[in-house]
């Protein structure tokens, strides 16, 4: 279970956090600019390369598995952890090679991934801009149906072309949704394929699912797992732009399926069509999703029948302008 604070809970325990790379720092070819994110299996840093190029370096550090000696390297907490840490480990480096394969303009780059430190990091090209979840928290009013249609619909070539090398993502949500500060293009991030493999093998590592936007099979077996698992956290990720929060988990619903349709609860605010898709790919039973990505793209880039008058809270703006307002002003 992810806490407040990112760490993970380990039987009962949380474990401490452990230092980041002090800012400064000389990572092979990379001089580490400043932390940008903690999570429970990594840290992400904000680095420059040899050519003073903008990198973001992502270091494997489970929490609950590993600490950080002397300042630098890593290491498992304790013997028990250290088969884990190891299997986790490698399974981050082949998620590093596989991703290193796709080059795609709505995933992100992986530049590179080496080991140091005793432990893992990878790569990736620097991106000016917010994630979708910032965006929702922070300025609700530009999140609009062509605004959604636009950000899904070229989303969705990216995770094509994800599917198409016969892996799966895993963790889509809003978090994990990059909106490019210069057009508002999205780049999918965080794989979450190493996690899912090192919480289905650790009994000590809680699962990692991101309540609400992963689908049910995630909760009953790997095995189950699909293009149609992505499909289902898509139409909750769509479904919190709309909310503002996530939909019920999963595993609540398989119990008592509470969750109201999208067409009930926003009817007469977006098109019917788009609140159809966010049902068809919310559906319990895998079979019942849109059967492909690409069926998925294809409705949702589908004019609607009927264009709607945006709700009265929304400004009369155009998507690009509310884009460039919004994002154009970031330098992170
Ligand atoms: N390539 C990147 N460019 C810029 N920022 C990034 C990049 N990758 C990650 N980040 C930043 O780090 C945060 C966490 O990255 P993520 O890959 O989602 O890791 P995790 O959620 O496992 O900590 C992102 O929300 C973003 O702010
Ligand atoms: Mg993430």
Redesign the pocket.
Same mark, same amino acid.
């Given at each position: 279970m992810v806490t407040s604070n990112n760490s993970i809970s380990l039987s009962g325990m949380t474990s401490q956090s452990n230092a980041p790379l002090p800012n400064g720092y000389q990572l092979l070819n990379y001089r580490i600019d400043k932390q940008?994110?903690?999570?429970g299996?990594?840290l992400?840093y904000r680095a420059y390369d040899e050519h003073n190029n903008l990198v /973001?370096i992502?270091e494997y550090l489970p929490s609950a598995l590993a600490l950080r000696k002397d300042g630098y390297s890593v290491e498992a907490s304790s013997d028990d952890c250290q088969a884990v840490f190891r299997y986790g480990m490698r399974c981050f480096f082949e998620e590093g090679r596989a991703l290193a394969r796709i080059v795609h303009p709505n995933v992100?780059r992986v530049l590179n991934f080496f080991r140091a430190n005793e432990t893992v990091y990878m790569v990736?090209?620097?991106?000016r801009g917010r994630?979708l979840q910032d965006q929702i928290q922070s300025h609700k009013d530009t999140i609009n149906e062509s605004f959604i249609r636009h950000v899904f619909g070229h989303l969705l070539n990216g995770l094509r072309e994800v599917h198409t090398y016969k892996l799966l993502h895993l963790d889509i949500k809003p /978090?994990?949704i990059?909106l490019r500060a210069t057009d508002g293009s999205p780049v999918l991030?965080?794989f979450g394929a190493a996690r899912q493999t090192l919480t289905r093998d650790s009994p000590k590592l809680n699962p990692m699912y991101t309540p609400g936007f992963a689908p049910p099979e995630q909760y009953q077996g790997l095995d189950l797992l699909g293009p149609w698992s992505d499909i289902y956290s898509v139409g909750a990720s769509i479904f919190s732009c709309l909310a503002g929060v996530a939909p019920q988990s999963a595993d609540a619903r398989l119990y008592e399926d509470k969750q109201e349709s999208a067409r009930k609860i926003w009817h007469g605010q977006y098109s019917d069509e788009l609140l159809e898709i966010i049902d068809w790919c919310l559906r319990l039973d895998p079979q019942e999703r849109p059967p492909s990505v690409f069926a998925l793209q294809k409705v949702l880039i589908e004019e609607p029948k009927k264009v709607l008058e945006e709700p009265k809270n929304v400004r009369k703006k155009n998507f690009l302008m509310n884009l460039r307002e919004t994002l154009g002003l970031g330098d992170?």
């Open positions: 940008l994110s903690r999570g299996f990594s992400v /973001a992502k992100v990736m090209r620097y991106e994630t /978090a994990n990059y991030l965080d992170r």
